[in-house]
DNA sequence: TTGAAAGCGCTAACAC
DNA sequence: GTGTTAGCGCTTTCAA
């Protein structure tokens, strides 16, 4: 009746070399499809593994070799456009012997570097950093120590890959429709940056400088209105709030975010005023909440699978070639038009 | 201009053990609060650690002793149910020296076992499994590996804790308030559940018996309809449709899972029809989707953060204590009523 | 209270 | 093509 009387002694590569009646090298090579061993040694090493479900530990491994463990940072887990992004590096490596290992949601620099400190300590073989807010000195610290692809900041690394999409023209795209359908006082609500290194890589700052470039080429820089709180639902409740008591309320709000949507959407209803016939409202990620038919929200859609597909492949090339150039891929967001937007009130 | 000419040696304890002009076994001592070491020693060696930012490697403290990290794996990322399970769990380890690593999202019984394989290749010291679907056998198997807990399923095992709400009371909760609110034809869209051996401990086939005990409870027992799909925005979508095409259609939907009730919110407007005026909607597990105000979804709160501390606690008290008898824990739910409930059209 | 030394499971030189 | 051997960084006997 005792439960765990015994936790039986784990399968090693010297039981596999033993029952296989081969060393130890040879298992580990077979086991890497490493060169030097010959077929009739691969099928004997490959019963045996079969045999005796073998397992190797990535733990003693990770003292040698490769761990064939890839970490992803996330910030938050609850924000789906962050599940559409790992989607894509699970797609991308589900081909592959390299196992995902997530870091739990973390706000933060502090707990940006614990998590990462933890996927380190693990080695890791790489590492996918998704919209991480760490300085750019933390981040080349990081990549210095392992392999590392940065998904969501405009960076232009030498030390690691990036992989963002173009939040100037994701920008546009939400102010052109806008503007085509008739607004002029089109506000937006953006995640303060305060950080002047950040400014220039941070994708809330760029799209709100996208947002100021667009309105300035509809010839709407008067109408430029910007509401600077977070990108939370909070956020967006409370700057949807302080747009709606303006004197001259805006006709339309570009959250710069769709979790931003949902607390403006909050504001909106609670102030009993309708979308999109008194104003319109457009989001940014096209999340599944976007698309949620009683919601209905216009949105951009980064294509954050395909993200992640290349993040995925950008690192499992650093792995293979840790002194091959950084790339930076700028993909480009399409809008997608729902039921939120409409032309503004006469 | 080589970005990663020299990957710097990591700080091992020995430099830390020259550095502080003591042994490693001291060093190790001191790292882990072991017994035997003077404060003098403490005080070197925590000065050296500092001075020279020495970080253990969990990888070779693996190969003999703990590694300080515990594994959590939980089947959709994508739910904020699970989001809420795993703030739990990190509120709980924040004041320890333990680190969290989640699995990636896995559906299925295959993409569970890779999971927890790689956990136990990473010698984790413990799991805590979010709602698996694998067989008793299999997390028994987990379980005689690694100290394990699993969250939500009505588990009696020797081998592991569990924590979970008590679904039959949950489903209760719904009945009554719809029941009180003069509703007869109340139905439920289930997960169905065909395996026999989970029937008896998998929440959605618990909840859809509570379903069942509480209408037969209010003498509803010729109401009694259920749908199965499951429990999936596609599912509810699907189900709800089947039951709007019923003669004498449901006045109520109680949905087995908020994300199965969103499904049946869309197909109910894509029916022409309005919540609560025409039907009534109740899901299971308060999500945030849940409380967004436009929606104001009437939901079961089952207390997702109390169940993931009570779930890091045990987990922590069993891998101190291995042979310790398993604990089961059952929280009580609660009822969130919000505008999708009303009374029934006369 | 302290430290020397053996090994955890694996990989990588380096023989053969 | 194959095996022997020396570690990787840490914890853990076991002597001192």
Redesign the pocket.
Known sequence: MRPRSAPP??V???DVAQHAE?????V?KV??N?????P??RAKVRKAVAELGYR??AA??G???QTYTIGVMLPDIRNPFFAEILDGVTEWLSDTEYQILLGPGCNGEAAEARVTETMIDHSMDGVILIAPVSSRSRLQHVASTVPTVVVGRHSHSTTYDSVADDDIAGAALVVDHLADLGHRRIAHIEHLETDPARIAEMPNAIRAEGYRQAMRAHGLADDIDIVSTTYTQQGGYLGAQQLLARPRRPTAIFAGADIVAMGVLEAIAQAGLTVPDDISVAGYDNTTFANFEPISLTSVDQAGREIGRSAARLLLERIAELDKPAAHIRLSPTLVTRRSTAAPPR
């Open positions: 002694r784990r090693t590569i010297v081969v060393s130890t090298t040879a580990s086991l890497r490493a060169y030097g061993t010959s009739a040694m190797p530990s003693a491994r003292m040698r070799g």
